[in-house]
Structures are given as C-alpha cells and as structure tokens.
C-alpha cells in the first residue's frame, strides 16, 4: 500500500510544478547520491544568442556567408540553430533552400548552398572537414569559450571561414541551486555534448567542479551507466532529445518542461518551471517524505 506520506509528497511536489511518475520513483529519488546535470536549457537558458561573428577571409562578405548558414542552420532542430537562424534575420528577409543537408549527430551540419558545401559545427566536425590550421585561431577560441560562449565554426573547401561566438547566460537561480544541493551533501557533474573549455567556465560560473564534455549523444547513457557501477544513485536532469537515453538509465530521471516531448516521456520527474531551484527542493522534498515514513 502507498504510504499516505508518499501520496501528500506527490501533492505538494505538483503545487511545485513537478508531476511525479508515481510513488516508487519518489521513493528511488530520496535515495540519490549524484545530480547529473545537462547544460544547455538545464544550467543555461537554453535561449542562445549570437553574440560576434568573426570573419576570416578578406574576400568574403559576413552578411552572404550568414545567409548561406541559415539555409542550413533551418533544418536543424538544435537550440544554437535558432541563434545563428535569428542572427541572419537581421538582416536579410529571406533564406534559399539548400541543394542537400545533413545532420552530423553531436558535431553540426553539412550541406550544399548555392553550390558551395559547407560544414557548420564543433572543433570534431572541422577535423573531419579537412580543417588543419586551428591551432592559429587558439587564443581567439579560447577566448569566447573562458566566458562561457560556445564557438561554432565555418568551413568550406577545407577552410576555416568564420567563427561564431554564441553565449547562452547561465539560468537567474543557477548558483541557489548548486549550493542548495552540494550542501545537501549531492555530488554534482555538469554533462554536455558542448567544447571543453566552454563547459568549464560554465561549470565554474555556478560551483560545479566535475565536468564531462564533448560527450556524444550516445555517450550521456554511458556516463550515467558508468557512475551507476561506480556506486552512485543517479538523478540526471536534462531536456533535449540526446539527453532521453541518459534519462531513462539514470536511477531518477528529470525533464524540464520545456524540453523536448521524447526527454519528458523518458523522464520519471516533470517540471512544469524551468527553475533550477526546483529540482534542489524537488530532491530534498522526497528525502524528507521518506524519513517521515522510517
Ligand atoms: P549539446 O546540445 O549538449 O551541446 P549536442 O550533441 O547536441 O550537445 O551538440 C554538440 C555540439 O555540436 C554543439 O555544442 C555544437 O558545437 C555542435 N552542433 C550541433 N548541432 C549544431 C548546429 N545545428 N549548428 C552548429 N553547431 C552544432
Ligand atoms: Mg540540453
């Protein structure tokens, strides 16, 4: 029988804006060890926004180079797409429809525009495009990712074109958040699929000290499976369609509401707020119902 404690903690977790699966899930997430956190849209706004486009070739013109990326970044569903999408809307009115495109999973795009192919993407996908100079552009990526920002490259022909410098400012309670659950004796990890270097100024900007970056979609699970035999009771907390895997996996698996359907169904918690605070009072709440049942 559900103990009535499980059923008023269900209740007033949903005045919080957090649907629970059901009862045994509030009982597995008070036994938690380990938050597994996603970045973008979970730490971050999940909001990014272009904030330099840095041209690297005399010859070539930003607004027509911009252009030609937004024909492909539009068939993309990834949250940098409708950045660079909203950039390039600036200024001008209307955007091609590319000659082909293809979704390089966990890497970026590639695809013809007005005859010229281009790959859009992290430092993976611009070794794979034949890129073998970017160590020349060192200081100038370091740069944008030590604040946070996340460089996404330009290439065609085997040449680096651009690079564009995309912030994404950390979530308003996102340092609240952090502190509540480290003082409530969770360990943390930061999980993303973004650069290194970026996911580590992150991590720092909210108090988060283990983080695993340049993480293929593939490889959330792993990660999680990983901690699981390493002893750890696993809450993730995610909300794209690459954090599903890891979600179901986890031990307790979070949505944020205003992720993607397939992260919501794969997760035992939904939170209606977008508030990180949430999940810290979430997880508290159901350690608390279950000392109240001993
Ligand atoms: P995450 O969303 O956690 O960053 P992904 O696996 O979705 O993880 O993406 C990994 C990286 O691939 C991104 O950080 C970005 O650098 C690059 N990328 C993915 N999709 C795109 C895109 N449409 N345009 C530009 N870069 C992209
Ligand atoms: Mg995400």
């Known amino acids: 029988a559900t103990p009535m404690s499980i059923m008023v903690s269900v209740g007033r977790a949903a005045q919080m804006g957090v649907l629970i699966r059901n009862g045994e899930a509030l009982q597995t997430a008070s036994k938690v060890t380990t938050v597994v956190l996603d970045k973008t849209g979970t730490i971050t706004a999940g909001k990014p926004e272009v904030s330099k486009v840095v041209m690297l070739q005399s010859e070539l013109n930003e607004l027509s180079l911009l252009t030609d990326i937004a024909a492909l970044e539009q068939h993309s569903e990834h949250p940098l797409a409708s950045a660079i999408i909203e950039k390039a809307k600036?200024?001008?009115?209307?955007?091609?429809?590319?000659?082909?495109?293809?979704?390089?999973?966990?890497?970026?795009?590639?695809?013809?525009?007005n005859g010229k192919y281009y790959s859009i993407g992290n430092l993976s996908l611009m070794h794979q495009a034949g890129i073998d100079n970017l160590a020349d552009y060192q200081q100038q990526i370091s740069e944008?990712?030590?604040?946070?920002q996340t460089p996404v490259f330009v290439a065609s022909d085997k040449q680096l074109l651009a690079i564009i410098a995309i912030a994404d400012p950390i979530k308003d309670d996102a340092v609240q958040a952090v502190q509540k659950m480290l003082q409530a004796g969770f360990k943390?990890?930061?999980?993303?699929?973004?650069?290194?270097?970026?996911?580590?100024a992150v991590a720092d900007k909210v108090g988060i000290t283990t983080v695993f970056a340049e993480v293929l979609p593939e490889d959330k699970q792993s990660k999680v499976i990983e901690l699981q035999q390493a002893g750890e009771v696993v809450a993730m907390v995610g909300d794209g369609i690459n954090d599903a895997p890891a979600l179901m996996s986890a031990d307790v698996g979070l949505a944020m509401g205003s992720g993607t359907e397939i992260a919501i169904e794969s997760a035992d918690f939904t939170l209606l707020s977008t508030r990180l605070l949430v999940i810290a009072d979430t997880l508290l709440l159901a350690k608390a119902s279950m000392r109240n049942i001993k």
């Open 188 to 200: 943390l990890v930061l999980l993303t699929g973004d650069n290194q270097q970026t996911a580590r």
């Open 90 to 113: 600036a200024v001008a009115v209307k955007f091609v429809e590319p000659e082909s495109f293809t979704n390089i999973q966990g890497k970026g795009i590639v695809g013809s525009v």
């Open 144 to 148: 944008f990712a030590n604040q946070g």
